[in-house]
């Protein structure tokens, strides 16, 4: 994408465009869904009937928003990018429109992902993501020769192309395990001629469903404030300098790689049997987990920190300068990524506690962290940029992180919290890899740059 479309107008115009359908993704991916939905399906005695209910619903809001959207897209891309002039606002707008279907598409991936959660099989859920990836790679190939226009339209196609071959790869797991006879009964299950059953499933149903909603809400409110700033920090960068969104977006692309790869997915996986716990009173086993969890978490994310840091610029470089992507866009790219890494650590470790906010179905707590997490994070972005620019919003993010993660460990309690990280051996650990790691890159970095003096001086 960098190679084709650089850090320009048409880069930001694509980026402005997925933000929104990738904000649903990163927040229903994340768990957002799954967190209020699998609790309440797990206490279901009709878990066929609601799931599908539930899968109805989504589906049919969800339909009716994008099919709105794409007879009036103009003002969602207005509030999308405000900063926008006329003309950048008259490319975007048809972009927009084939974008937000996308929404439909990731919701019933996640909607399956939540089903295979409750059997534990994670593999279609973890290996989703790359066939979006895949598809928009195949786009760009493929419009390679056109204009930076027609390369918008075909990438834009190739999103919803990796929806659609998102939710195909859940289809073989689900009739494996008896998911889709699950649903599909369960569904059958209200037409009952008996209609004392008709009457105990649909007043079953109708509480379960009320139970869902009334945590769904708050839960996709205290999950998504990463997500939600991300979002802001793009339209605020509308009115920074051309390129600002594409900068922003790059280094968070990258910043995302470890905290989905260890962070998410510890969480996902850990969330299932952090629920049931709880529903057992099993604290003793619940700490335990989380202790083994913190431990892993901190020692990955700061070794990863630590690394993308010192080696900001190289790996911007690689990943990116070619084609339209320019040394001076590598540069900023780089400093952005680096701002960003400073909040890994918070944001990954926010997310292993949340579980157990959520898992005690008190997402009206978790919701209120994240809106006082998300408006001081705000506050921090309008003040940094006049300062920074768009190097001020990536470090108001961090900080908005570093807020998220204290306010949830004072909601988890203190001394509970404080009994989780009593282990000097494994902090001593982390302690001398996160010194050897140092050493290494800087010796790494020393010997690349007498490499390059050398071949440099020999050329001459």
């Known amino acids: 994408m960098a190679n084709i479309l650089g850090a320009g107008v048409y880069s930001d115009i694509f980026f402005v465009a997925f933000k929104l359908p990738n904000l649903f993704r990163r927040i229903f991916a994340e768990g957002s869904f799954s967190q209020s939905f699998l609790p309440s399906f797990i206490r279901s005695s009709i878990k066929g009937g609601f799931a599908s209910l539930v899968g109805l619903i989504f589906c049919g809001v969800l339909f009716m928003w994008c099919l709105l959207v794409a007879l009036n897209p103009l003002w969602l891309t207005k509030l999308l990018a405000y900063g926008f002039d006329e003309e950048t606002l008259k490319l975007c707008t048809p972009i927009v429109a084939i974008n937000f279907w996308y929404l439909l598409l990731v919701f019933i991936t996640t909607f399956l992902g939540a089903l295979l959660q409750y059997k534990h099989s994670f593999f279609a859920s973890a290996y989703s993501a790359s066939l979006l990836n895949l598809c928009m790679i195949l786009a760009l190939l493929i419009s390679k020769e056109k204009t930076h226009l027609e390369a918008l339209y075909y990438l834009s196609y190739g999103v919803l192309l990796g929806g659609v071959a998102q939710i195909l790869l859940h289809f073989y797991p689900l009739v494996k395990l008896g998911l889709w006879d699950l649903l599909f009964k369960g569904l059958l299950g209200f037409k009952t001629k008996n209609t004392n059953k008709k009457e105990y499933r649909l007043n079953r149903a109708k509480k379960d469903l009320k139970a869902f909603f009334k945590q769904f809400f708050p839960s996709v409110l205290g999950n998504s404030s990463a997500q939600i700033a991300s979002f802001l920090d793009t339209t605020i960068a509308s009115f920074l300098a051309s390129g ?41 086993l619940i700490l335990q987990r989380l202790q083994k969890a913190w431990f892993f978490l901190v020692g990955v994310l700061l070794l990863c920190s630590i690394g993308g840091i010192m080696l900001s610029k190289e790996i911007t470089e690689l990943l990116f300068e070619r084609g339209q992507f320019s040394p001076k866009d590598t540069l900023i790219t780089s400093q952005v990524f680096s701002l960003y890494l400073l909040g890994l650590l918070p944001f990954g470790l926010t997310k292993l506690f949340s579980l157990w906010l959520y898992a005690k179905l008190e997402q009206k707590k978790a919701a209120k962290i994240s809106l006082i997490s998300l408006f001081l994070g705000l506050a921090a972005s309008l003040s940094l940029m006049p300062l920074l620019g768009v190097l001020g919003l990536a470090l108001a993010n961090s900080l908005s992180g570093l807020f998220l993660f204290v306010l949830t460990i004072k909601a988890f309690g203190f001394q509970s919290f404080l009994g989780i990280i009593k282990n000097l051996k494994s902090w001593l650990v982390i302690l001398f890899l996160a010194c050897v790691e140092i050493l290494l890159l800087l010796a790494f970095k020393s010997w690349v740059t007498h490499l390059y003096l050398f071949y440099y001086f020999q050329g001459f």
């Open 244 to 284: 600002s969104v594409s900068y922003l977006y790059y280094a968070n692309r990258v910043f995302q790689l470890p905290l989905a790869l260890f962070a998410i997915a510890i969480s996902t996986a850990l969330f299932p049997s952090i629920a049931i716990a709880l529903k057992n009173n099993q604290q003793d």
